[in-house]
Structure formats: structure tokens, C-alpha cells
């Protein structure tokens, strides 16, 4: 089970930390990522965390957003910085056995936090 939480309103040039908390061993277990979907606009992958650590970002969130895990709250976390206006969406994590990239390959997902940034 994946459980989004911490998205809200916030002027641009602000901040926002997500959280997704995943149950059992999902954290350990599992390839993550983040993807958001705007209104009228395609499903993006934004940021994807493999088993062995290495990150991935779409190119717009580069160097302003950082996939991390937590493992003490059993949480996938989304550090948001500089955000944009055009950064606006539902945000979903995401958890997959084989590879859950940007691309895709992900089963699994939660039921999205929304993001406004205007």
C-alpha cells in the first residue's frame, strides 16, 4: 500500500516536501518513483529512486527536486524547491518488483497528493 501525503498551495519560488509512505518491505523491496499528472496533460514521470540507490529526474525538476528514502517513517520522499507554476499537478508515487523507472513498469501506486503552485 502507498499513501501520499503532504501536497498544498504554494507560491512559486516555494517549497514542498511529499511523502509516501509504503507498507511492509516496499521501501527495501521495491524500485519507486514519482509521476504527476496535470489537468488535460499525460502522465510524467518525475523523479525514480532504484533498489541500489541510484536516481533519476525528468529534465524540468533537475537540480530543484530530490528522490530520497526514509526508512525510519518506512517513507519515499519528494524535496521540491524552486517550485513553478507549471509544476501544478496530482502527484502519484509509484512501486515496482522489475523496474519502475520514468518510463514505467510500475504496478503499483498510490492514490496522489495534489500540488498547486501558482
Known amino acids: 500500500q502507498l499513501v501520499e501525503s503532504g501536497g498544498g498551495a504554494v507560491q512559486a519560488g516555494g517549497s514542498l516536501t511529499l511523502s509516501c509512505e509504503a507498507s511492509?518491505?516496499?521501501?527495501?523491496?521495491?524500485?519507486l518513483a514519482w509521476f504527476r499528472q496535470g489537468v488535460d496533460k499525460k502522465r510524467e514521470g518525475v523523479a525514480c529512486i532504484a533498489l541500489d540507490g541510484r536516481t533519476g529526474y525528468t529534465d524540468s525538476v533537475k537540480g530543484r527536486f530530490t528522490i530520497s528514502k526514509d526508512p525510519a517513517k518506512k517513507a519515499l520522499v519528494l524535496q521540491m524547491d524552486s517550485l513553478k507554476p507549471e509544476d501544478t499537478s496530482m502527484y502519484y508515487c509509484?512501486?515496482?518488483?522489475?523496474?519502475?523507472?520514468?518510463?514505467?513498469?510500475?504496478?503499483?501506486w498510490g492514490q496522489g497528493t495534489q500540488v498547486t503552485v501558482s
Open positions: 511492509g518491505d516496499t521501501l527495501s523491496s521495491f524500485s
Open positions: 509509484a512501486a515496482g518488483v522489475y523496474g519502475c523507472t520514468l518510463t514505467g513498469g510500475c504496478p503499483f
